[in-house]
């Protein structure tokens, strides 16, 4: 494990800040009036707009589904996966070249369903990505069947009957898994989810941003409405929205070689992701400052100091190629 | 008396007990006494006690493929000779415990010669002299075995020091001298047995020795490692699988390169990360076995549509399922041409040796960027496990071709990005049906990939006439392939023009042909090779023409359904007459192309099922 500890992140940063309109591809987004899925598009834009990014340095990698399409309209490198493979594309792209910013996006049947052993190995590498999930409960593109995130009992107007399978709980699972950063936001509270993405392209190391959205055609449970309602909690009304900070609960880990404070914190982190509440809580549960994979690689292989992955010199000027296989081949020469 | 200029050897046991050092170390002592060696090495889904084997065939000659029958058989427990006795020529000789093995309740050849070895007793003695616990040094069994088998092939113990210090170099070379010492013993043991001096197999000494340290003592697995590296691959993802996780080992031993072995969390993982890696411009590969390469195929789609450079090396072992996953079998070529859903170009290669693995290795990568699409190489286990000793690599002057990768996009200034960002139309129609690709991170460059149907920019489309364009775009691609990559990589042939009768044949089975075609000549026999390395695209032309200018066709592929035969017969229309299959998991004999071609010509039989080795 790496010894020194780079906690900064260094990201690649324009001297102009870009209006958000012209990080908007000409592709003109093909969901639901209604979706959240414009929410937190929009609010991807923001955030890049916000930290300046260089946006020819960013790849946003999207899986299948109504949220697979947002890699189309971002104006960057937009690469559009397969169901369930995003993070897989997210990790190969940002080991090779480190240099680059790696977003993924996904619903959360692609991420947390058919994706579901991806997501949980991406905790243990703690790849310098941000890994937004658009969850709506629902599998909008294929007519609204239930996702892993559907609470049992629950029967939104497409299903024929109340789903009868167990809901996961998203954000207990990545602080399980070594995710490094995890948060929650709601994709039409447009400040807090673009604070909440910035946060997370900042942290360096695996990020989860678990995004609460409507889905106006399939999920009539969690309709727009539902966000901004209040709630009575007894003695008043309370908005549905909470943000973790009025809770007085603090979930960063100040010093990760404190091992008793580190597990500590982590369970509390559980615990809160796990509080019943009636409200809808959004903000940071968990972040924590560990060497990322990056890292730890440069430890097994000193090379990587110098160069990224896939610009390791191996050819001249001419093409030729120049690799020295001498210490390939000293074990088979006789 | 006469000494002979080639033999075959073997040495078996439970696995973990050895067996692959010890034949390594034979192999490199005949290498250093200047042989020319082939090994094939035998083992079973079992990481200790179920028994294995290696065979070693070492030659004045160069040498490419095992004969069924053994010279000597090494053995230091019980098993190995009760299955193997009976494949002692007569006359040959069977190294043997004598407190494990009782050779008269053996099934082999009454003229075979015993040579019983006290492994015990050469210990114990050497424990005495070491001041050291028996039990610590039972390792030296192996290098009780080899050295008695190389006394009595009348090989000098020089010999033995010398491929000693090459086996145990670096932090290991401390292991050379109690090595040795063991060796010593077992010389001496063998040279008191009276009859030791009269075995008939003694090897005669190398007239044209190689020099030294010219030569490489080479696996199929590290041949193809090694190809990547010169290719500059600093990247391969893989999910543990038997044999494919070989070639991943050796590589991640060698991080002095700068290379990334990422063993991901699965099989769809590896070949999803490969295209992402891929796409942001890295020369990447992921390796993998059958039930792998299955899970890959989706992976593999995607690549083709978005047109994006990713190697998969697919090592073949024995299907269909979990099949027989030490064993060798051709068994992936109909599925590999195939793989994935809906029509897309994919370039397959198969290298039939070790320097086609290289080749390949190098070579795979050229081909992937230039024509910008999935390369597919299939290596049988049986060349990936198997031991050659062949000449060094020529790897100077070889040429990277990095083909439309964008790296600067000329027409556009960064310098203030406010007034626009503009899209790169990454998938523009071109005459060759090859677009350039910017790499992401390059100004200018952006664009956009999808799995879906997709415009020039990368945008999702279902216009009807987009997609026509796009799939004759990406088709086109495969026809310029066909038409650039040189001959000498997609097929050859070897042995006499005109010959009386062709073989067809493919991967491995290479060496067991090309040794075989060295007895037709001397036998008068007019035979020749025709070895094909490109399965797509086919070269549907020149193979066409080959075939229909030989007299007689027999095609050998070690799979139940003579896949080759029906690729051949999809691309050309001709119907291979004579066909040869092996469907055991184990790989052909230089015996069994021999006796292929005699029920062939003899017999003019259609098909003939080969079943040798154990």
Known sequence: MATKQQTEQTLPTLDVKLKPFQLRS??????????????????????????????????????????????????????????????????????????????????????????????????????DITYIVFNNEVYGLTKGQASPTLEVGMQPKSLALPH???????????????????????????KHLKQTIMDAINHRGVSLVDVHQPCPTYNDLHPKEYYTETVNSGQSELPRLQYLEETGYNGFVEDASDLEAYQAKKIAAIAEAYRLTDRVVLGTYWKVDLPTYADRLETNIPLLREYAPMDVPFHDDNMIANTDLSSACEEFVV | MSRITETSWMIGGPQGSGVDSSATLFARAMAVAGFWVYGKREYHSNIKGKHSYFQIRASHDVVRSH??????????????????????????????DPGLTKPEVLEMDASVKLFPLDYEGIIRELAEEEGKPAAKLAIVKNTISVAASLALYGVGVDVLEEALKGLFHGKKSKLVGINLKAGIKAYEAIKAIAHAQDFKYQMQEQPNKPEAESRLLMNGAAACGIGKLKAGMRFQTYYSITPAVDECIYLEQHSEYGIVVYQAEDEIASINMANGAAVTGARVATATSGPGFCLKAEGIGWAGMNEVPTVIFNYMRGGPSTGLPTRSEQGDLLFAVNIGHGDFPKIVLSPGDMEECFEDGFNCFNFAERYQ??????????????????????????????????????????????????????????????????????????????????????????????????????????LVAANEIPEHLQFKVYGPENADLTIIGWGSTKGAVLDALERFAEQGKSVNYLHIRLMSPFPVDAITRILNNAKQRLIIESNFTNQLAKLIRQETGIDIEHKAVKYTGRPFSQCEILEAVKEVQEKQSRKVVLINGH
């Open chain 1, 26 to 127: 000409d592709k003109n987004p093909d969901w639901c009036p209604g979706c959240g899925d414009f929410g937190i598009v929009n609010a991807i834009q923001q955030a890049v707009s916000e930290l300046q990014l260089q946006p020819w340095k960013v790849e946003f990698f999207a899986g299948i589904g109504c949220s697979g399409k947002s890699a189309q309209y971002l104006q960057a490198y937009g690469i559009h996966t397969l169901h369930g493979r995003v993070l897989p594309y997210a990790l190969g792209a940002k080991i090779a070249n480190p240099n680059n910013v790696v977003i993924a996006t996904g619903g959360d049947g692609d991420g947390y369903g058919i994706g579901a052993g991806h997501f949980l190995h991406a905790g243990r590498r703690n790849v």
């Open chain 1, 164 to 190: 009868i399978s167990q809901a996961i709980n998203p954000l207990a699972l990545a602080i399980a898994s070594g995710y490094t950063f995890v948060a929650r936001s709601y994709a039409f509270d447009a």
């Open chain 2, 67 to 96: 004969i069924d029958p053994i010279h000597m058989l090494a053995t230091f427990e019980d098993s190995t000779a009760v299955i193997h006795a009976h494949e002692i020529l007569p006359e040959g000789a069977l190294i043997y």
């Open chain 2, 373 to 478: 699409t999935p390369v597919i190489v299939l290596v049988d286990k049986a060349l990936a496990n198997s031991t050659q000793s062949i000449k060094k690599f020529a790897d100077q002057g070889l040429r990277v071709d990095r083909g439309k990768r964008v790296t600067k996009v000329d027409s556009y200034d960064p310098a203030d990005p406010s007034t626009g960002l503009p899209k790169f139309p990454r998938f523009q129609i071109t005459e060759d049906g090859i677009s350039p690709r910017p790499i992401p991170g390059t100004p200018g460059g952006i664009h956009f990939l999808t799995g879906d149907e997709h415009t020039e920019y990368g945008f999702i489309t279902e216009e009807p006439a987009v997609r026509m364009q796009m799939m004759e775009k990406r088709a086109r691609k495969l």
